[in-house]
């Protein structure tokens, strides 16, 4: 099976602007979890979604949302993008339930200058 | 603020040693301990985990010992090679929650 796959790999934004990722999970997955990685921050739960509901949400600003699409694809979005909004951006999958086992993408570099 | 606490934040051992990295936690209601090895450029893959019901867990040269009363886990590398250097994360999640919480990361440099 081919692993969780994100694209744009790398990506350059100016402050204000929106940025859409992509991610495609491992065939079969429901589940699509975001984190965001940060030197300072470590990784960060976003949200996670499910047969294309949201079920779970960190604590992020409202600039960042997300959707799932009935091919369990998923997408996330930062609005009005901020300089600390610089990060790599996680998508991970799962099969099962809650503690089924995460596959992560390689992920998207987003630098925001 | 962190909910899972990580140390070392950087470790260096040399091949054929053995690399320890501890966590703590205060949220007793964490009940799933995952350790996830990440390399440059790659996303996070799950090493190995356990749950507070075990003391310990072993998967080949890899060891998580848990001590649920303390609230700390610690992950062992035992005969470590150079292609475990790499960036190691604990994290902790709760039952039927789908949320993981991360340490912030230990890097480990094997020398050969």
């Known amino acids: 099976k081919a692993g969780v796959t994100q694209t744009p790999r790398y990506l350059i934004k100016t402050r204000g602007q929106q940025v859409t990722l992509s991610c495609s999970p491992i065939?079969?997955?429901?589940?699509v979890s975001w984190y965001q990685q940060t030197p300072g921050q470590g990784l960060q739960f976003l949200f996670e979604?499910?047969?294309?509901?949201?079920?779970n949400k960190g604590n992020f600003p409202g600039r960042f949302s997300g959707r799932q699409f009935s091919n369990s694809r998923s997408e996330m979005n930062v609005s009005t993008l901020e300089l600390g909004d610089s990060a790599l951006y996680l998508c991970a999958s799962r099969e099962g339930g809650p503690q089924g086992e995460q596959f992560f993408g390689p992920g998207t570099r987003l630098t925001v200058l | 603020q962190q909910q899972v606490k990580q140390s070392p934040q950087s470790l260096i051992v040399q091949k054929g040693g053995i690399s320890i990295i501890n966590c703590a936690y205060e949220?007793?209601?964490?009940?799933?301990f995952p350790w996830y090895q990440q390399f440059p450029g790659k996303g996070p893959a799950l090493l190995i985990a356990i749950r507070p019901d075990v003391s310990e867990k072993k998967e080949g040269r890899f060891t998580i010992s848990f001590n649920k009363s303390a609230k700390q886990f610690s992950l062992h590398i035992m005969d470590s090679q150079p292609g475990d250097s790499a960036t190691y994360f604990c994290?902790?999640?709760?039952?039927?929650?789908?949320?993981?919480?991360f340490g912030a990361g230990t890097t480990v440099t094997v020398r050969a």
């Open positions: 949220n007793t209601a964490f009940d799933y």
């Open positions: 979604y499910f047969s294309e509901t949201q079920r």
């Open positions: 065939s079969g997955h429901r589940s």
């Open positions: 994290a902790a999640s709760m039952r039927n929650d789908y949320k993981l919480s």
